[in-house]
């Protein structure tokens, strides 16, 4: 009995410790709970207390001392195109600006050289949304940026130009391209910059202004045969005057054509003709009598009729009796005050003397006959050739008079 007691007591202790594994193996699989459960027996069996730590508050980040201005102020509405934009720093140096249009197209421009500022180098638009975009640092290197964006203004006053040349067109080397406005120019300079020619050759051209409202533009010296020009004119977004804007963003372009030169001498009653640096040929002329004297200087052909009216009451200070030709044959005109180069066919004074009313006539038939000398000089000629009258009883035709711009000294245009 003793001994079956014994074993019995035995295989219960077993049972126990085979209860005990089994309870420590069914826990295995996810160790939190016996960690936490090890924790808390470790705190008992030291005679302490769990508590859990209370999470620290994370650092404030560091704020940059550069900054940022954009004028105008962000959503600003009808902003003049011209100074329009600024962008500027304190506290810092600019690093990154960059604005553009609505359609990306970027507004160039430069930052300062102490780094403080940055400005356009040209106008913007009118009637543009504009988006700003700037970077700053401090002297700690820290980073500081700012997004804007304003609208320019639509203009309620513009002024049309025109000017006198034909897209495509072919000239002679004595062109000269004037520019007319509707209304009266203040801001003379900045329209003269938001006109630029581009030459083939390289050639520099130079504006003149005529009062308020005329703008001449002509090279130093005669075109070269051949060159290839084209007008740009960015006057859209150009304040012309006060309040009132260019209203024109256009291209335009033509040909210099072979060189023709021909100089008209009153004193011998002869033209002489000279094509590509020589001599073609030598017309007998008549030009303006005692009375009536032909202007002296240089002149440019400014356009041609094949027929005419010249009637002596549409020109000043005329001498002596009056006249009325309906059908004045292949007129070239070479001033604004009624200075032509024509076809005459009422005359004979051609090579012997002076007897027009101020202009230099050829022989030519009632009509106007191709083959006759007015006839074959008009068909050989170009708007833009040269026509030099010298010894004539006359003033100095002015440079304002047609496009007689040659006339005035390079150092003054």
Excluded at 87 to 94: R, S, T
Excluded at 235 to 246: A, H, I, R
């Amino acid at each position: 009995m003793r001994t079956g007691r014994g074993a019995a007591r035995r295989a219960t202790a077993v049972l126990l410790a085979g209860g005990v594994l089994m309870l420590a193996s069914a826990c295995g699989p996810d160790d939190t709970p016996a960690k936490a459960g090890a924790a808390g027996a470790a705190g008992a069996a030291g005679g302490g207390t769990s508590s859990s730590a209370a999470p620290s508050a994370a650092p404030s980040p560091k704020l940059s001392a550069a900054q940022l201005t954009v004028t105008p102020a962000d959503g600003a509405q009808d902003v003049a195109p011209s100074g329009a934009v600024k962008v500027a720093v304190a506290n810092g140096k600019l690093t990154q600006v960059s604005v553009a249009d609505k359609d990306g197209h970027a507004v160039q421009g430069s930052i300062a050289a102490d780094g403080l500022s940055w400005t356009p180098s040209a106008a913007l638009a009118v009637g543009m949304l504009y988006k700003v975009s700037a970077q700053a640092v401090d002297s700690a290197g820290l980073q500081a940026a700012v997004d804007s964006s304003f609208t320019t203004l639509t203009p309620a006053k513009t002024v049309s130009s025109n000017d006198n040349i034909s897209t495509g067109s072919t000239y002679g080397v004595g062109m000269i391209v004037s520019v007319n406005f509707n209304k009266d120019v203040k801001n003379k300079d900045a329209v003269v910059q938001g006109i630029t020619f581009e030459a083939s050759d390289g050639t520099q051209v130079k504006g003149h202004w005529f009062g308020s409202r005329r703008l001449d533009f002509r090279p130093q010296a005669y075109w070269k045969a051949g060159t290839k020009v084209t007008i740009h004119y960015k006057l859209k977004s150009v304040e012309v005057s006060p309040g009132v804007y260019g209203g024109s963003d256009r291209d335009e372009s033509f040909t210099i054509g072979r060189s023709q030169i021909s100089t008209a001498d009153a004193a011998s009653d002869q033209m002489t003709v000279v094509r590509d640096g020589k001599t073609l040929e030598t017309l007998p002329i008549t030009a303006g009598n005692d009375d009536n004297p032909s202007w002296n200087g240089t002149m440019t052909i400014e356009s041609k009729e094949k027929v005419t009216r010249m009637n002596s009451a549409t020109v000043s200070n005329v001498v002596g009796s009056e006249y009325d030709v309906p059908d004045v044959p292949h007129a070239m005109r070479l001033t604004d005050s009624g200075t032509y180069v024509h076809g005459n066919y009422w005359s004979n004074a051609f090579g012997q003397s002076n007897a027009s009313h101020g202009c230099v006539s050829m022989q030519d038939a009632k009509g106007g006959d191709d083959n006759s000398v007015a006839g074959k000089f008009y068909n050989s000629s170009l708007v833009g050739d040269v026509v030099i009258i010298k010894n004539a009883k006359g003033k100095t035709v002015s440079p304002s008079n047609g496009l007689s711009g040659w006339t005035l000294p390079w150092a003054s245009w």
